[in-house]
C-alpha cells in the first residue's frame, strides 16, 4: 500500500542552524501539507502546497519557513534559522482531494 | 474558533469492551477524518466521513456525524490493547484549502 514517507525520523540541531525536512509523498496525490505537534499539544497546520505554489500558510509559518518540491518526487520543509521553540513533530501529508494520509514524523529537537 | 474538540480526553477501558470519542466542531465542513497516534508516532487514517453522511464503518470502527449537532462519533467495538492509542478527529477548513484542524485528541487505553 502506498505510504507518505519522510526522512530523518530525528533530526537534532543547534539554535540558528538550517534544517531541512524531506517528504515522498504519495505518488499520485497532488495536495501536500506540513503539519507540527509539539509534544503533548494538538496537531497544527503548517502549509499548505498544490501546483508547485503555496496555497495557505499559518501564522506559525513566518519568513524562517520555507517549502519546497525541487524535482517532482520530495517536498521538503526548510527553517532557515531554528529556535528552540521550533522543537516538534513535523508531519508532512498528502492527499488526491480528499483523505490526508500523513507520514511518520520528523523529531526535530533543537538545543 | 476551535474544530475538532474530542471528549473524553481520556477513556480507560478493558479489553473486549466498546470505546466511544466524540468530537464536536463548529464551522460547516466537507468531511471530518478520525486518525490514531500511538505514542510518539505518526498519524493514521482510520476513517474519512463526509458532510452528506450520517454514518460509516470500517472493521470495528463505526463513525457517525450529525451536521445539525456539529459533531461525530468514533466506536470501537471489542476493543483490544493494540488500540491503545489516541484519538483525533479533524475537519477540513471551510476555506477549502484542505487544510485539517485537529482536536486535542481522546487518549484511550485498552487493559488486557
Known amino acids: 500500500e502506498p505510504e507518505v514517507t519522510q526522512t530523518p525520523s530525528h533530526q537534532v540541531t543547534q539554535m540558528g542552524q538550517e534544517v531541512i525536512l524531506r517528504c515522498v509523498p504519495i505518488?499520485?496525490?497532488?495536495?501536500f501539507y506540513w503539519y507540527r505537534q509539539i509534544l503533548g499539544q494538538k496537531v497544527e497546520f503548517l502549509v499548505s502546497?498544490?501546483?508547485?505554489?503555496?496555497?495557505?500558510k499559518s501564522e506559525i509559518f513566518d519568513d524562517q519557513f520555507s517549502v519546497e518540491r525541487p524535482d517532482g518526487s520530495n517536498f521538503t520543509l526548510k527553517i532557515r534559522s531554528t529556535k528552540l521553540e521550533d522543537s516538534a513533530m513535523y508531519f508532512c501529508?498528502?492527499?488526491?482531494?480528499?483523505?490526508?494520509?500523513f507520514g511518520p514524523g520528523t523529531r526535530l529537537t533543537v538545543l | 474558533s476551535q474544530q475538532g474538540e474530542e471528549d473524553p480526553q481520556a477513556l480507560s477501558i478493558q479489553e473486549g469492551e466498546n470505546a466511544t470519542m466524540n468530537c464536536s466542531y463548529k464551522?460547516?465542513?466537507?468531511?471530518l477524518q478520525w486518525y490514531r497516534q500511538n505514542s510518539g508516532r505518526g498519524l493514521v487514517h482510520l476513517i474519512l466521513?463526509?458532510?452528506?453522511?450520517r454514518e460509516k464503518h470500517s472493521g470495528r470502527l463505526r463513525v457517525t456525524l450529525d451536521t445539525s449537532k456539529k459533531s461525530s462519533s468514533l466506536l470501537i467495538t471489542a476493543s483490544r490493547a493494540a488500540d491503545t492509542a489516541s484519538y483525533f478527529c479533524?475537519?477540513?477548513?471551510?476555506?477549502?484549502?484542505?487544510?485539517?484542524?485537529f482536536g486535542q485528541g481522546t487518549t484511550l487505553q485498552v487493559k488486557p
Open positions: 501529508a498528502s492527499s488526491s482531494g480528499r483523505a490526508e494520509f
Open positions: 505518488s499520485n496525490h497532488l495536495y
Open positions: 502546497f498544490y501546483n508547485n505554489e503555496i496555497s495557505e
Open positions: 464551522t460547516s465542513i466537507n468531511n
Open positions: 466521513i463526509r458532510s452528506n453522511e
Open positions: 479533524a475537519t477540513d477548513d471551510p476555506s477549502n484549502t484542505g487544510k485539517l484542524i
